[in-house]
């Protein structure tokens, strides 16, 4: 059973560690330890969990942990999730937009007895493009949809287009909303050739994620049309989906999928 500690007591967060107290994930995870800049927030996901729940700085909680979830910030994560890797144990980060900066510092640390496990999240066909990369992959793009309003913008009444560039420069400039950038530049060519576009689309009443891939597989072309969460309309319900998955993975014997 993972001991576990969650890092940020808000929407994800919460979420998973409810979802950790029911099948399939029960039984093979218990929650020992909730932190958050927040006290009150902490103490509220801490009244709603079975069992003892500590609210704990985050070195005594990585020090009570096997597991522990980032479900914090792009800001914060960097630091949560080096110092739980530097000791040794398994994390789920889920603000990956904070980690791309530090990708290879956090590979060398989980050479070294650690292990980073980054959901899926709101998009589709991450296996593809992480097979894609053992031959050659020759293009990734990602194209993202979303109301007006969610980015500032209610007043539009036609398209516009926000970003055009790399992963890496749209992290930077939109770090509240492009964690599948993140994502899916970790999975295939990198920060530097994986392409973005941002549209702020008045027709569209869901953010809307597509891909494509090309390479000596084939192509591929991969498109999600996601409901917000009912506790947050800013947290896709896929995301904390894909994250109970890979923790069901985690736990599993047979691993389905790359």
Request: net charge positive.
């Amino acid at each position: 059973m993972y001991r576990t500690g969650i890092v940020g007591c808000g929407t994800i967060g919460s979420a998973l560690g409810l979802g950790l107290q029911r099948p399939p994930l029960a039984g093979a995870f218990r929650v020992v330890a909730v932190s958050d800049l927040d006290p009150a927030r902490a103490a509220a996901l801490a009244r709603r969990l079975r069992g003892p729940v500590a609210i704990l700085p985050l070195a005594m909680l990585i020090r009570r942990s096997d597991l522990v979830i980032e479900a914090a910030s792009a800001a914060a994560a960097p630091e949560i999730v080096t110092r739980a890797l530097t000791a040794r144990r398994t994390v789920l980060a889920m603000s990956v937009g904070g980690l791309l900066s530090i990708a290879a510092r956090l590979r060398a640390l989980s050479r070294r007895g650690g292990h980073l496990l980054t959901p899926s999240g709101a998009i589709a066909g991450l296996d593809a493009v992480k097979a894609g990369c053992l031959g050659r992959l020759q293009r990734v793009v990602l194209t993202t949809r979303k109301p007006p309003a969610a980015l500032g913008l209610g007043h539009l009444t036609a398209p516009r287009t926000l970003f055009r560039g790399s992963a890496a420069r749209a992290v930077r400039a939109f770090p509240q909303n492009i964690n599948v950038a993140a994502t899916l530049a970790l999975a295939g060519v990198g920060p530097a050739r994986t392409e973005v576009r941002i549209i702020a689309d008045p027709a569209v009443t869901r953010n809307i994620h597509e891909i494509e891939a090309v390479g000596t597989f084939g192509r591929l072309t991969a498109r999600v049309e996601n409901r917000p969460s009912r506790e947050n309309p800013k947290t896709s319900q896929l995301a904390i989906l894909s994250a109970q998955a890979a923790l069901e993975s985690l736990a599993s014997a047979w691993r389905i999928g790359t």
